[in-house]
């Protein structure tokens, strides 16, 4: 989405846990800002997230953070707030104590269609989305907003759908900038260790 403009990147991206970084633009080039973005609070934009919310403060009482909900382990825990909410009835998966829960949560919604998987992932995605805008927002991104992490590209039609890119341009007020943002999804698995070699390569001539 959106068109390719010089200005600041916003890179979020969900694996084992919730990566955040800015690449702040000084006119010639990039220069990378770590943040902890992936600890701030998490805020409800739907009715039903307020219930998760609810459901999350008795969980980790004190502090919900977005990365509870988007990593590796937030599409699980997800489909437990679903099922302890009576959302459908419960997938006949395979839940053993050394499989990985939310990948096999993810393969039920995309193989089966299977109504209580579906519904964690389109969560999982509508959140998602709504921290990458809020992150687009804070970094003023008019370079772009890249997807990365290992989560994404293995519920691409998820990522791809409207339930992402909606809850990511509904900003109100600053719709109009979010579309004009281009939006973009990493596949390669190895992007962050290409990453780091080339800067090292940089470095070392």
């Known amino acids: 989405t959106g068109r390719k403009k010089k200005g600041n990147i916003a890179v979020i991206a969900a ?6 970084a800015i690449l702040y633009f000084d006119g010639k080039g990039y220069n990378p800002i770590g943040t902890e973005g992936g600890h701030t609070d998490f805020a409800p934009i ?10 999350l403060r008795r969980r980790y009482p004190g502090h919900v953070s977005y990365e509870r909900i988007v990593s ?3 599409i699980y825990t997800l489909y437990e707030f679903l099922v302890e909410t009576n959302f459908a009835p419960q997938a006949m998966l395979n839940l053993e104590d050394d499989v990985d ?18 519904e964690a992932l389109r969560i999982f995605a509508e959140i998602y989305a709504a921290e990458a805008g809020n ?4 970094s003023m991104s008019l370079g772009g907003v890249y997807i990365g992490g ?18 990511f341009f509904s900003k109100g007020r600053f719709e109009d900038l979010l579309r004009m943002m281009e939006l973009k999804v990493s596949l390669n ?15 070392l001539v």
């Open 135 to 138: 992150l687009a927002l804070k």
């Open 72 to 74: 590796g382990i937030g």
């Open 15 to 20: 694996g084992t846990g919730l990566g955040e």
């Open 101 to 118: 829960k939310s990948a096999m949560v993810s393969r039920c919604a995309l193989e089966q269609n299977d109504p209580l998987c579906l």
């Open 46 to 55: 739907t009715s039903q997230q307020d219930e998760l919310l609810t459901w």
């Open 150 to 167: 290992g989560i994404a590209p293995k519920i691409l039609p998820i990522i791809k759908s409207e339930y992402f890119l909606n809850a």
């Open 189 to 203: 698995q190895e992007t962050a260790l290409i990453g780091s070699a080339r800067y090292a390569f940089d470095k």
